[in-house]
């Protein structure tokens, strides 16, 4: 395996072709808690589970879910404070852009940007690719969009994906309860009922977070007491 | 060592080499063009629910208006408003920059921004510039703290008062004040007192005119009244619209279409590349 002398610097190519960094990167992001997103009719819906290391852990001070702009929101899967650099720089680019042409950042222009960012880090010295992949729901003139970024900078648009630990059996589940005429209502409780499948211990509003946009176009993250109803609604 | 002067690169900063070129190209009778200035009336009092500003709406360049209705008071946050004096450029982007500024601030802390947060960005750049961006604020909002009204002098001073006015028409709006102001003034004699001190800058003032805008800001939210009063309405439209008698006799009419209309036919073969 001529991969494994290729595995320590980012800027050289393994004979494979492969960065072999990225892949580390992918693993990193694989062992990462749960997230997901699922994109309805009239709105889109993400969602991640929030285990915390210790029950002394305040977890009101713990927040996963950003908002990026008034009508853009992100989640994570990986390393959280690769995650908090990544929100700081894209909070920033949509302000920027904002200033410019006097006109909220379109989510495919904001995605484009972070993976930009997060391309950067793959082709320069010294540095290491983020080890986060991000879920980016928005809702725009273009009506609502689910867009996921990996670390190598690649992002794509789904209708549902799931990433982190437990991703294959999440997947498998989304693509059995997904439809094309979901309500936003509908795809909350399929995202909890997707959670739930991989959950260890006792769901509740505390150790998962919501966070949904609709058609009104504001991004808001569910109050524990909100998350408890739905998950009230789905048992 | 030889006398003459060494050239040292800039370490970084804003250069102030040209504005010397400027005053001393001044100084020999050639003059920089005049930049659109806002002339001004601007005025802010704190009332007992939190702050009106005020504003007029005039800009003029040089001896000419430009703008007859202009907005002076820009939006700085959700709770806090800025209204402008100087060159109208400068007020609009520094006020739109430290907005931009305060929004991303807001997304970092997840709290409501302060005044004196606006306040300070704003000293700060206008410091930096050592008053060569002529921008002259009056800031008020209402945030956790309560009401707080500031006015901000080119230079980057500051002053923290129960009413302020800047711009030429400063003087005329504070004579207003000076008499009538005291503390506890409700939303209507506060909107009323506002009022009557820009009116006093637009009529007693060549650089301020037309309309009075007011904004009022309160713990509860912000109501902006733009164009709240009209004092100098166009009269001399003439109603019945204007007719020219005809002068010369139409002898003969004939028109040419310049343009072929250009007829789609369906079905045809694609063009070769």
């Known amino acids: 395996m001529g991969d494994s002398q290729y595995s320590f610097s980012l800027t050289t190519f393994s004979p494979s072709g492969k960065l072999v960094q990225i892949e580390h990167a992918l693993t990193a992001v694989g062992s990462g808690q749960t997230s997901l997103g699922i994109k309805a009719a009239n709105g889109v819906v993400i969602a991640t589970e929030k285990k915390l290391p210790s029950i002394l852990v305040d977890e009101t001070s713990v927040q996963k879910i950003q908002c990026l702009t008034p009508n853009i929101g992100v989640v994570y899967s990986g390393m959280g404070p690769d995650f908090r650099v990544l929100v700081r720089k894209s909070r920033k680019q949509a302000e920027q852009y904002h200033r410019l042409y006097k006109e909220p950042i379109p989510v495919t222009q904001l995605v484009r940007e972070t993976a930009a960012v997060m391309q950067e880090f793959t082709q320069s010295g010294g540095v290491r690719p983020f080890g986060v992949s991000l879920l980016v729901a928005g809702y725009d003139d ?15 648009s789904w ?15 989304l693509e059995k309860r997904y439809t094309d005429d979901m309500e936003l209502d509908d795809a909350v409780h399929t995202a909890i ?43 | 060592m030889s006398n003459s002067v060494i050239e040292v690169p800039p370490k970084g900063g804003f250069s102030f080499d040209l504005c010397k070129r400027n005053e001393m190209l001044a100084k020999k009778g050639v003059n920089p063009p005049s930049f659109r200035k806002t002339g001004t009336t601007i005025v802010g009092l704190v009332f007992q629910d939190g702050v009106i500003l005020g ?18 008071i820009h939006y700085m946050a959700p709770n806090i408003y800025c209204c402008g004096a100087g060159t109208a450029a400068d007020t ?32 700060r750049h206008l410091f930096n510039y050592q008053g060569y961006v002529s921008a ?28 302020a006015t800047m711009g030429s028409g400063s003087l005329a709006a504070m004579a207003v004040f000076e008499s009538k102001y005291k503390e506890g003034l409700t939303r209507n004699e506060g909107i009323e007192l506002v009022t009557e001190a820009i009116c006093s800058g637009i009529f007693n003032d060549l ?14 939210g912000k109501e902006y009244l733009r164009n709240h009063l009209q004092p100098n309405p166009r009269t001399y439209t003439n109603s ?23 007829e789609i036919i369906e079905g045809g073969d694609a063009m070769e590349e």
């Not at chain 1, 209708?159 to 589940?173: C, D, E, I, R």
């Not at chain 1, 909100?226 to 789905?234: F, G, H, N, S």
């Not at chain 2, 204007?242 to 279409?257: A, C, D, H, Q, R």
Request: hydrophobic residues 35%; glycine residues 10%.
């Open chain 1, 193 to 235: 009922l997707t959670l739930k499948e991989g959950f260890e211990g006792q769901i509740s509003g505390k150790n998962i977070e919501i966070g949904i946009i609709g058609a009104d176009k504001k991004f808001r993250v569910l109050t524990p007491a909100e998350v408890d109803d739905y998950l009230a609604e789905v048992e």
């Open chain 2, 55 to 72: 504003a007029d709406t005039r800009a003029t360049e040089g001896p000419i208006v430009c703008d007859k209705n202009c907005e002076k």
């Open chain 1, 159 to 173: 209708k549902a994906s799931a990433m982190g630990k437990n991703v294959s059996n999440a997947k498998t589940f």
């Open chain 1, 142 to 156: 273009n009506g609502p969009q689910l867009y996921q970024v990996d670390p190598s900078g690649s992002y794509f």
């Open chain 2, 136 to 163: 002259a604020l009056v800031l008020g909002g209402v945030d956790v703290t309560g009401p707080h009204l500031h006015t901000i002098y080119p230079h980057g001073s500051t002053d923290t008062l129960p009413f």
């Open chain 2, 92 to 123: 609009e982007a520094v006020t739109d920059m430290v907005s931009s500024q305060l929004q991303l601030h807001r997304y970092h802390t997840g709290r409501e921004s302060r005044v004196v947060t606006a306040l300070t960005l704003l000293k």
């Open chain 2, 207 to 220: 650089g301020s005119g037309s309309n009075v805008d007011v904004c009022v800001i309160t713990k509860g």
């Open chain 2, 240 to 262: 019945k619209g204007y007719s020219f008698p005809k002068k010369t006799e139409v002898l003969l009419t004939k028109i040419i279409p310049l343009k072929e209309k250009v």
